[in-house]
C-alpha cells in the first residue's frame, strides 16, 4: 500500500500508535505520550507551532482519556487548524497487550490499517505535496554538523532551543520541522549563528 501523503503534523497519545501510522502515512506524527501533554510545556509548544503554520490533525484513542487529551489540545491551540479523526468504538485488545484497556475498546495501534486508511481519505486531508529541491535533507543536516558528526546532538540541542523548540530533538525530528516550520536559507542561517556562537 503506497503511503498517503499529509500535509499536517499527525497527532497520537503514543509510540505504538506512531509505529502504526508510520506504515501507512508520509508525515510528521508526535505523540503526546499520553497525559504527559499536560505537564510538557515544550511539546505543547511544538503542537501549538505545527498547529499554525500547517495544521495538525489529531488522531487519538475513542475512550475517555483519549477524548480529554483531544480536548486538551484543542484548547492549546486556539488559533491553530486542527482536524479531528476518530476511530470507531471497537472491543477486543491489543496483541501486545496481557489485558483489555478499562473500558475494552481497540486503540489506535489496534486498528486495521486498511480502516485507518478510509478514515484519512474520508477525512480530506490528502494533498499532492510538491517535493521541492528547495526542501532539507539529512545531507543538509550533516553538512550543518546537526547530525554525524563530533558534537552533533550538543549542536542540534543548542540549534533547537535558538529556534523554540525542544531540545531533545532527534536529527530526523529536527529536519521535520526545519521543513514544516522554516524557510530553508533562514533554517541555514539560524544554524550558522549558533555554531559561530559555539566556536567563539
Not at 492549546?76 to 501486545?96: L, S, T, V
Given at each position: 500500500?503506497e503511503?498517503?501523503r499529509?500535509?499536517?503534523a499527525?497527532i497520537?497519545?503514543?509510540?505504538?500508535?506512531k509505529?502504526?501510522l508510520?506504515a501507512?502515512?508520509?508525515a510528521?506524527?508526535i505523540?503526546?505520550?499520553?497525559f504527559r501533554?499536560?505537564k510538557?510545556?515544550?511539546?505543547?509548544?511544538?503542537?501549538r507551532?505545527?498547529?499554525?503554520a500547517a495544521?495538525?490533525?489529531i488522531?487519538t484513542?475513542?475512550?475517555?482519556?483519549?477524548?480529554?487529551?483531544?480536548?486538551?489540545?484543542?484548547g492549546i491551540?486556539?488559533?491553530?487548524?486542527i482536524?479531528n479523526?476518530y476511530i470507531p468504538?471497537?472491543?477486543?485488545?491489543e496483541?501486545?497487550?496481557a489485558?483489555p484497556s478499562?473500558?475494552?475498546?481497540?486503540?489506535v495501534?489496534?486498528?486495521d490499517?486498511?480502516?485507518?486508511?478510509?478514515?484519512?481519505t474520508?477525512a480530506?486531508?490528502?494533498?499532492e505535496?510538491?517535493?521541492t529541491s528547495?526542501?532539507?535533507?539529512?545531507?543538509?543536516?550533516?553538512e550543518?554538523?546537526l547530525?554525524?558528526?563530533?558534537?552533533?546532538?550538543?549542536?542540534r540541542?543548542r540549534a533547537?532551543?535558538?529556534?523554540?523548540l525542544p531540545e531533545?530533538?532527534?536529527?530526523?525530528?529536527?529536519l521535520d520541522?526545519a521543513?514544516?516550520l522554516?524557510?530553508?536559507?533562514?533554517?541555514?542561517?539560524?544554524i550558522n549563528?549558533?555554531r559561530?556562537?559555539?566556536?567563539?
Amino acid at each position: 500500500m503506497e503511503k498517503l501523503r499529509i500535509p499536517q503534523a499527525v497527532i497520537v497519545e503514543g509510540k505504538y500508535d506512531k509505529i502504526k501510522l508510520s506504515a501507512l502515512l508520509d508525515a510528521v506524527i508526535i505523540t503526546t505520550d499520553g497525559f504527559r501533554i499536560f505537564k510538557d510545556k515544550e511539546n505543547a509548544e511544538l503542537i501549538r507551532r505545527y498547529a499554525a503554520a500547517a495544521g495538525i490533525v489529531i488522531l487519538t484513542d475513542s475512550d475517555a482519556a483519549g477524548f480529554k487529551i483531544r480536548s486538551h489540545i484543542k484548547g492549546i491551540c486556539p488559533e491553530g487548524r486542527i482536524i479531528n479523526i476518530y476511530i470507531p468504538d471497537i472491543y477486543g485488545k491489543e496483541q501486545r497487550k496481557a489485558e483489555p484497556s478499562k473500558e475494552g475498546k481497540l486503540g489506535v495501534e489496534g486498528m486495521d490499517i486498511e480502516l485507518l486508511h478510509e478514515l484519512f481519505t474520508k477525512a480530506g486531508v490528502l494533498c499532492e505535496r510538491e517535493e521541492t529541491s528547495d526542501k532539507l535533507t539529512m545531507t543538509d543536516l550533516y553538512e550543518l554538523g546537526l547530525f554525524g558528526c563530533t558534537g552533533s546532538s550538543e549542536l542540534r540541542r543548542r540549534a533547537a532551543l535558538s529556534l523554540s523548540l525542544p531540545e531533545r530533538m532527534t536529527a530526523k525530528a529536527l529536519l521535520d520541522a526545519a521543513n514544516t516550520l522554516f524557510d530553508k536559507k533562514e533554517f541555514i542561517a539560524r544554524i550558522n549563528a549558533v555554531r559561530e556562537e559555539t566556536e567563539n
